[in-house]
Every structure is written in structure tokens, then in C-alpha cells.
């Protein structure tokens, strides 16, 4: 007979993830795709790291991903499209649409020196895919990004073939690397449910993904995967590890994949570093628990030794600014 804890322990099945030890001290990262690379992305930024997150907003799809990389690289004019009052820039999130064409294109200037400053400089470089669902705008015959609201009828909806996968995350690198060649290029899937698409589309969606990357990384041995698609699916299959609205993961499951995510890639030093980081950065939330002056100055002043005694280990790493 089983014990409890043993019948315990085949509640949740362990994923295996080899460990690659590819950081050793804190750096530059870039993170490109879907809402989740967002969360992830704070986490990182939460422990005093440089971090680029999304400069043209959320993108789902692999394709729309290559496209706005190759633009960038290649300075190819983005595609503005004018609905009623207002102009659109559709291979971005709605955030990049506005009635003066003129702010949408300074917009859009900005965002692209943010995203050609951080791809030069970052060592590590997320593309985290969301979907393989994609939309056609008809009037212009073009893929987007996003519909930005504008009626449905003016798209078409298709699901990208595994090909057309494997050739976007090959546009993909080879865009990254025509600027930066020396980075880390991780992918990984979201596991956000895209249920708006419907439950088999997105279970076909996330196969899709799945598959071409797998099949794209057999080619080429200088990208890198973490799977953290994988990891929700097989040991986190549980509601409650997700929000309210039954799709995306809640802080506990962000976290953990976090943590698996550090324990992947980090070495023993960049661990350390992690972790003395995480309780400063948690220390640094705390108020003084007395009233009196001469306590909140005392509290004052050792939060501020440990603030500076961290920061003069790690010279690399840019202080933030009101630490007290």
C-alpha cells in the first residue's frame, strides 16, 4: 500500500529540463511576444536587471514577430493603415494607433530605437510565442499583428502552416543575429489559453507551435528553448494555478516557472546573485514598524547600508533610483 504522501506525490508529474548553464552574472536581456513575456520579464527587472520588454507592445504570433524584426533590421517603413478618423500601425498592439498620423509615426520612431538599442546590447534575447492564429487585413492583402478594433470583416483569420512557422522563427534569428550575434536567443511558448480562438483552436495552435519549433531548433543548434508551455500543461494542470478568467497563470505559476526558468539557465554565481537580489528587492518594500523618529532613522539608515553594500558587489548593475 501507498502512502499518503507517496499517492500525494503522483498528483503533479515533474518535467525534466536539462540544465544549461549559460549565466553567470547579471546582464542585458530583451524579451519580444506574448503578455507572458511581459510577466516574466518584471520578474527579472525586479531584481535590479537591465530589461527591454515589448517596445511595440504584445505579439502573438511567430510571423508577426519576424515581421517586425525584419522592418527593424532591414529600415523598411512600417505599414499604416487609416480606419474612419483614425491611422493604424496593425503589425502592433492597439496602443499604436492614433488620429494624428504624425504622433503615430514618432511612435513609432521611438519604439523602433528602443527595440535596435536593445538588441544590440542584450545578451539574452526572449521571443515568447502566443499563438499561430493569425489575420489577414484584406484591403492591404497583409498579415497584422493586431486588428486594433476595427470590424472583422476586414481581416480574414488563418492558422499558419507549420512552415510558415519554421520560416518566421528562421527570420526571426537570422534578424537578431544581422544585429547581434553573439546573444542568447531563448524561445519558449506561452502558456496563456487563447480561448477567444476556442479551446480545440487553441489546443491546435499550441500543437502547431510545439512542433515547429521543436523541428526549427533540430536545425539550428544556436537557439535555445525552455519550455514553459510544457511545464504549466504537465505540472501545473490544475485551475487553480490559473487567474480568474481561466487562461492565464496566476502570480504562484509565473513564479515557478520563473524559478524553473533561473535553475535552467543560471550557474551557481548568477543563482546566488538571484536570490540576494530577490531579498533585497523585498527588503527595500518594508516600512519602518515604530513610530518614533529615532527608530525610522535607524531603519532608514541600515536600509540604506544594505542598498549600497549590495550595489558596490554588483558595480555592473544600475541603481535604481528612491531605494529609501
Not at 544585429?179 to 506561452?190: A, G, K, L
Not at 535553475?263 to 518594508?286: R, V
Amino acid at each position: 500500500m501507498k502512502s499518503s504522501a507517496q499517492k500525494k506525490q503522483q498528483l503533479m508529474s515533474d518535467f525534466p529540463i536539462a540544465h544549461q548553464p549559460i549565466w553567470n552574472s547579471p546582464h542585458a536581456m530583451l524579451f519580444i511576444g506574448s503578455c507572458f513575456s511581459v510577466e516574466i520579464s518584471q520578474l527579472f527587472s525586479n531584481h535590479f536587471l537591465q530589461v527591454t520588454a515589448n517596445p511595440f507592445g504584445t505579439i502573438f504570433s511567430p510571423l508577426a514577430i519576424a515581421n517586425t524584426l525584419f522592418n527593424l533590421v532591414n529600415n523598411i517603413p512600417t505599414s499604416i493603415a487609416q480606419h474612419e478618423e483614425n491611422y493604424h500601425a496593425l503589425l502592433f498592439d492597439s496602443s499604436f494607433q492614433n488620429k494624428d498620423k504624425k504622433i503615430l509615426l514618432n511612435k513609432i520612431e521611438e519604439a523602433s530605437n528602443k527595440l535596435m538599442n536593445a538588441l544590440k546590447q542584450s545578451e539574452t534575447i526572449f521571443i515568447t510565442l502566443g499563438s499561430a492564429w493569425v489575420y489577414k487585413h484584406i484591403d492591404s492583402s497583409s498579415y497584422v499583428g493586431n486588428c486594433q478594433k476595427i470590424p472583422q470583416k476586414e481581416f480574414t483569420k488563418e492558422l499558419l502552416s507549420l512552415d510558415q512557422i519554421k520560416q518566421s522563427l528562421n527570420e526571426i534569428d537570422q534578424s537578431i543575429r544581422q544585429v547581434n550575434s553573439r546573444c542568447n536567443i531563448i524561445f519558449t511558448i506561452s502558456p496563456v489559453r487563447h480561448l477567444r480562438d476556442g479551446i480545440s483552436e487553441n489546443l491546435l495552435s499550441k500543437s502547431l507551435l510545439v512542433v515547429a519549433l521543436q523541428e526549427f531548433l533540430q536545425m539550428n543548434n544556436r537557439a535555445l528553448y525552455f519550455p514553459s508551455f510544457e511545464i504549466f500543461q504537465e505540472e501545473l494542470k490544475d485551475y487553480r494555478f490559473y487567474k480568474n478568467d481561466l487562461a492565464h497563470p496566476n502570480e504562484w505559476a509565473v513564479n515557478y516557472i520563473f524559478a524553473r526558468l533561473i535553475e535552467c539557465f543560471g550557474t551557481d554565481n548568477f543563482q546566488n546573485y538571484m536570490e540576494e537580489a530577490g531579498k533585497l528587492s523585498m527588503f527595500m518594500n518594508h516600512l519602518p514598524k515604530s513610530e518614533k523618529q529615532e527608530k525610522i532613522n535607524d531603519f532608514v539608515k541600515m536600509k540604506s547600508e544594505k542598498i549600497d553594500s549590495f550595489f558596490s558587489k554588483y558595480q555592473n548593475i544600475t541603481k535604481p533610483t528612491n531605494t529609501i
